[in-house]
């Protein structure tokens, strides 16, 4: 069985989002969501989400291609979620390209996917803004 792993913040969760859960499912067999719990969030990226993490853990298991949701809570678990949950592939969206290579030291594959280009939940919240 090939395990998939990536992580995020999913608020405001939208078709972006969708589509890249879909494409990192057919890299494997097994897809696992690392969702940022909202004190990382915070305290990180000082980031407020709109959902509460629990929210947000609801909506991604409620995906189809989602197997299992864990909490992200620091930059540095990674490594640790990598040999723990024996991920074969770590996948990410384009705008973090070439931060995660030090995973393929453990053996794992690291896949950059390009994100969907017109939606994003920045520009979600921006564009509430307007209005």
């Given at each position: ?27 494997g ?6 969702l ?12 407020k989400?709109?959902?509460?993490y629990e929210?947000?853990k ?28 024996h ?15 030090f ?16 939606i ?12």
């Amino acid at each position: 069985m090939r395990r998939v792993i990536t992580y995020g913040t999913f608020d405001l969760l939208h078709y972006g989002h969708i589509n890249l859960l879909r494409r990192a499912k057919q890299l494997g067999d097994y897809l696992i969501v690392a969702l940022s719990t909202d004190e990382f969030n915070w305290r990180e990226k000082q980031k407020k989400c709109y959902f509460t993490y629990e929210e947000r853990k609801q909506l991604l298991e409620a995906i189809r291609y989602v197997d299992l949701v864990i909490p992200e809570e620091n930059w540095e678990q990674k490594c640790t979620d990598v040999k723990e949950y024996h991920v074969d592939t770590f996948v990410i969206g384009d705008d973090w390209t070439g931060k995660f290579d030090f995973l393929k030291e453990e053996g794992c594959e690291v896949v950059y996917l390009s994100r969907t280009p017109e939606i994003s939940t920045t520009q979600i919240k921006k564009d509430l803004n307007k209005k």
